[in-house]
């Protein structure tokens, strides 16, 4: 009997489950996220069983390293604090008991143990990092009926509002700002979902986007300069978009389609580099997801796939 994996990935602050086979399982690999500097590619892999662990590829030699090999902890979404030194992602015994993890990184290599905020709310999947290792900003669900406000959380002190007044609407995947003076999210309101800038002093919103279709998988490149995310198209594929910022995090210009993989492909997870040379995604193939890696701004140029794809051990 083949055995199946339900594999949790998460758009937008919904859960969405994709079913695989053990061999697809063992042959995906999701959410690519490039290093300020581009030296470095950090990502999560099912290969080595129905837990998830982090691996990190050397972009320019290749080489594949394991980051984590914790049969009994998922380790998922990983991404770099704006200064390179950390990863930052969720870790837990399964989904619902997600919490923040950092891992200092030296030259690829972990520079200590993983840092669990086993103390935070269970749940906490996507958030960004305050002070690498030290504390987190995440959407904070409370009271009754359930109402949202972002949040610092920090071990020991519990979590401190970011905002005096929450805007309208809910929230997820919040992005702090390299100086703290806004951030990035996905907005769900009126039943339409766009991501939004809200500033920190005044609270005061701007939509980023304006789409019938939902954005998810928001990811902020490290060089801060672009947004990118998966977002359905009328085939029924997902593909990546992008958007670029200014310092103060207003766009440039119109959103811009990435890439434009086959009917009924998905791509969930993308990353820039810091010099806006390549992109890096996730893709669907009938044996599973790879990561790859194309020049940025050419949506139907060649690409690399990046990962082995293989088991462990073979």
Not at 45 to 54: H, K, Q, T
Not at 65 to 93: C, K, N
Not at 123 to 138: F, H
Not at 273 to 301: I, K, M, V
Request: net charge negative; hydrophobic share 40%; charged share 25%.
């Amino acid at each position: 009997m083949r055995h199946l994996f339900r594999i949790g990935l998460l758009a937008a602050g919904l859960g969405l489950s994709v079913l695989f086979s053990e061999a697809m399982a063992q042959q995906s690999d999701f959410a690519p996220q490039v290093s300020p500097g581009g030296r470095w590619l950090v990502y999560y892999s099912y290969r080595n069983g129905a837990s998830p662990d982090l691996f990190l590829i050397d972009v320019e030699t290749g080489d594949e390293r394991a980051l984590t090999e914790t049969a009994d902890v998922w380790e998922i979404e990983p991404h770099w604090s704006w200064d390179g030194r950390y990863i930052l992602f969720g870790a837990g015994a399964g989904m619902p008991d997600i919490r923040p993890a950092f891992l200092e990184l030296e030259r690829g290599r972990p520079a200590g143990p993983v840092r669990r905020f086993d103390s935070a709310p269970a749940g906490m999947r996507r958030v960004t990092a305050v002070e690498p290792g030290q504390s987190v900003l995440y959407v904070q669900e409370y009271g009754f009926p359930i109402r949202q406000r972002f949040s610092i959380y920090r071990p020991g002190d519990g979590a401190t509002p970011w905002l005096d007044a929450m805007p309208e609407g809910e929230f997820a995947v919040p992005f702090l700002s390299p100086d703290g003076s806004f951030l990035i999210a996905v907005r769900e309101l009126d039943g339409q979902t766009d991501i939004v800038r809200v500033d920190h002093s005044t609270g005061a919103v701007l939509a980023l986007t304006d789409t019938l279709e939902a954005e998810a998988y928001l990811a902020w490149s490290a060089g801060g300069r672009w947004l990118t995310w998966s977002q359905a198209d009328a085939s029924g594929a997902r593909q990546i978009f992008g958007l670029e910022l200014d310092e103060g995090g207003h766009p440039v210009a119109d959103a811009r389609l990435l890439t434009r993989g086959e009917a009924g492909q998905v791509h969930f997870f993308s990353s820039v580099s810091d010099d806006n040379a390549w992109l890096y995604h996730d893709a669907s193939t009938p044996q599973g997801f790879e990561l790859r890696r194309r020049r940025f701004g050419d949506p139907d140029g060649p690409y690399e796939t990046l990962t082995r794809r293989v088991p462990a051990g073979d």
